[in-house]
Every structure is written in structure tokens, then in C-alpha cells.
T-cell receptor, first 116, second 112 residues
Framework: GAGVSQSPRYKVAKRGQDVALRCDPI?????LFWYQQALGQGPEFLTY????????KSGLPSDRFFAERPEGSVSTLKIQRTQQEDSAVYLC??????????????FGPGTRLTVL | DQQVKQNSPSLSVQEGRISILNCDYT??????FLWYKKYPAEGPTFLIS?????DKNEDGRFTVFLNKSAKHLSLHIVPSQPGDSAVYFC???????????FGDGTTLTVKP
């Protein structure tokens, strides 16, 4: 595909369930970012990969959040034992490098997670 | 404590007039600033950016101004078009850290 894709687009989970959100970056993009966007707010950084290496996970809100990119391409964000405060849009972005100043970040459409 | 603030949640302008969107930041380490545009059900797309060594960057109808002493930047859209109606996010980056910090966005409505 030409852009970043994410699946599912919408996910409804019962509190306590585990969820897995998928991101397919643009082919050849070594950098991959996950953001969380709560209603009415801007995207907040969660974690960053360069190829398969997770170089920064400082934004993950708790140890219930886990991200992986085992082969340096597709990435999965997993949330264990979901809570209502996890309800948000989860955005994935990819780029050719780290800093947005030098490498444009391309965002996917996001996955809207609703925890009941 | 929010490091990037967009104090106007919404802005409405008439087609053909100027739209001015504002953004303030607090972290002196930020050295690069970006504006993104977001349509409903889509991800943000990059619009225009500016380095901290400049005070103005222009791209067609879009101009970004940076006032470092005031820690303030603004996006000017002239002339505004109905297709410009979207949410605009200001973002700031410390290029050494490589992470962007976003404001909460301003919803621009351009009326025909």
C-alpha cells in the first residue's frame, strides 16, 4: 500500500480484556512511532522503534502496555487488562529516520479503542 | 504540565480571509516546530515546519512565524478555502531527543 495502515479501525473491549492493535508502516521506513490520542487532545508519544529495536518506551503509561516489531516492519501494540482510561485513538506513524525535523512522519488513520 | 498549548479550540473564518492559528510552548529545548492538518477519520498529515534558527517559513498559502523570545508560533493561511476546514495540530521537537510534543489542536472552519 501507499501509506501507513492500521487494523482494526475500531475496537470495543470489555474492561479487563486484552487487545492487540496492528500497524503496517510504509515499506522501507525504519522508524515507527506509536501515539495515544485521547478525546479532545493531541497525540501523545508512547514508544519508538528503529527497525526491530525499541529505542524509547518512555511514553507507555503502564506495564500493561507492550509494543513489538519483531522483523522491523509490522508492529503490534498490545494492551493487557484494558481499563476505561485506555479508551483513545491509537496512532501509528512511520518515517525514514528519528527526528521529524529531518524525516517526515506519515501517520496511519488510527485505531479507535473503546473500553466499556 | 502541557509543554505545547493551543489556546483556541476552534476558529471560524470566511472564505478568502486570513486564518491565524496560534501555539505557545514552554520548553526551551524545542528547536523545531511543525504544523499538522487532520481530517476526520484520518491521521494527521504534515503541513509546514520551521527551524528555531528562522523566524518565518512560507509555502504557498501557508506561512509559519516563530517568535523565540515569546515562545510563540503562528500559522497563517491566506486566502482561506473551505477545504482548509480541519483540525490543526502544532508540534514541537527537541531534535536531539527526536520526539514530538503536540498541542491539543484547533478546529478551523472556513465558511463559503
Amino acid at each position: 500500500g501507499a501509506g501507513v495502515s492500521q487494523s482494526p479501525r475500531y475496537k470495543v473491549a470489555k474492561r479487563g480484556q486484552d487487545v492487540a492493535l496492528r500497524c503496517d508502516p510504509i515499506s522501507g521506513h525504519v522508524s515507527l512511532f506509536w501515539y495515544q490520542q485521547a478525546l479532545g487532545q493531541g497525540p501523545e508519544f508512547l514508544t519508538y522503534f528503529q527497525n526491530e529495536a525499541q529505542l524509547d518506551k518512555s511514553g507507555l503509561p503502564s506495564d500493561r502496555f507492550f509494543a513489538e516489531r519483531p522483523e522491523g516492519s509490522v508492529s503490534t501494540l498490545k494492551i493487557q487488562r484494558t481499563q476505561q482510561e485506555d479508551s483513545a485513538v491509537y496512532l501509528c506513524a512511520s518515517s525514514l529516520g528519528l527526528a521529524a525535523a529531518y524525516n517526515e512522519q506519515f501517520f496511519g488513520p488510527g485505531t479507535r479503542l473503546t473500553v466499556l | 504540565d502541557q509543554q505545547v498549548k493551543q489556546n483556541s479550540p476552534s476558529l471560524s473564518v470566511q472564505e478568502g480571509r486570513i486564518s491565524i492559528l496560534n501555539c505557545d510552548y514552554t520548553n526551551s529545548m524545542f528547536d523545531y516546530f511543525l504544523w499538522y492538518k487532520k481530517y476526520p477519520a484520518e491521521g494527521p498529515t504534515f503541513l509546514i515546519s520551521i527551524s528555531s534558527i528562522k523566524d518565518k517559513n512560507e509555502d504557498g498559502r501557508f506561512t509559519v512565524f516563530l517568535n523565540k523570545s515569546a515562545k510563540h508560533l503562528s500559522l497563517h493561511i491566506v486566502p482561506s478555502q473551505p477545504g482548509d476546514s480541519a483540525v490543526y495540530f502544532c508540534a514541537a521537537e527537541d531534535t536531539n531527543a527526536g520526539k514530538s510534543t503536540f498541542g491539543d489542536g484547533t478546529t478551523l472552519t472556513v465558511k463559503p
